[in-house]
């Protein structure tokens, strides 16, 4: 059974298009996440939304919107998609709490290429 | 702010040798911290966690690191490696916020073994 998944997979698209990226987890958390992996395998949070309120925007352009229907899903929205935007996005969930050391239990990703 | 920084980007060794991953943080206050390891084109698994409850923690794998104050560190070791631990191992430092929390990833270290 899978714990975070995402659809689809790949995604493969021509500039200035719309796109979204789903993500369901089934362990019950009341927190999910997306980060982006860029080229360079290098790892940066982009938003977090705890019981269907967002609690983490990083510095992210406003052509992502992520919108989070319930608890158990959190899905990324993404406008006039730019060549920039390529890399592989994660989806990640983890118990709530106060606490910084839950552990995250991630997707295996979606990889966005924009031609 | 906080912050990790992982010396090597790409670390190679011989198949039953000493698996050594340098992870060095940046915190004001006690830090949690992360090991997670990334299999080609997956998402993220948590090797082990630090949380303050022991300096010395083991994790899945054979994997295990030792949090060090003095030094800032939290080196990930593995007494022998094994051909399937070619992956790509990332270190990580967590803040507390909202009911999640926020991870700051290293630069992560390509690790190579060879027979």
């Known amino acids: 059974d899978t714990a975070v998944s995402q659809t689809p997979k790949y995604l493969v698209t021509q500039m200035g298009n719309d796109k979204s990226i789903k993500c369901e987890q089934n362990?019950?958390?009341?927190?999910m996440y997306w980060y982006k992996q860029d080229s360079k395998k290098f790892l940066k949070i982009m938003f977090s939304?705890?019981?269907?309120?967002?609690?983490i925007n990083e510095t992210v352009p406003n052509r992502f919107s992520p919108k989070s229907p319930d608890k158990a899903h959190l899905n990324l929205h993404i406008n006039s998609l730019e060549l920039g935007d390529s890399a592989v996005y994660f989806c990640?969930?983890?118990?709530?709490?106060?606490?910084?050391?839950?552990?995250?239990?991630f997707g295996p990703g979606t990889r966005l290429t924009v031609l | 702010a906080q912050s990790v920084t992982q010396l090597g980007s790409h670390v190679s060794v011989s198949e039953g040798a000493l698996v050594l991953l340098r992870c060095n943080y940046s915190?004001?206050?006690?830090?949690?911290l992360f090991w997670y390891v990334q299999y080609p084109n997956q998402g993220l698994q948590l090797l082990l966690k630090?949380?303050?409850?022991?300096?010395l923690v083991k994790g899945i794998n054979g994997f295990e690191a030792e949090f060090k104050k003095s030094e800032t560190s939290f080196h990930l070791t593995k007494p022998s490696a094994h051909m399937s631990d070619a992956a790509e191992y990332f270190c990580?430092?967590?803040?507390?916020?909202?009911?999640?929390?926020?991870?700051?990833f290293g630069t992560g270290t390509q690790l190579k073994v060879e027979l």
């Open positions: 939304y705890n019981n269907k309120e967002l609690i």
């Open positions: 362990l019950g958390h009341d927190t």
């Open positions: 990640a969930s983890s118990q709530g709490g106060l606490a910084g050391y839950n552990e995250q239990f």
């Open positions: 915190s004001s206050v006690p830090p949690y």
């Open positions: 630090y949380t303050s409850a022991a300096t």
């Open positions: 990580a430092v967590a803040r507390g916020t909202g009911g999640g929390n926020k991870l700051t």
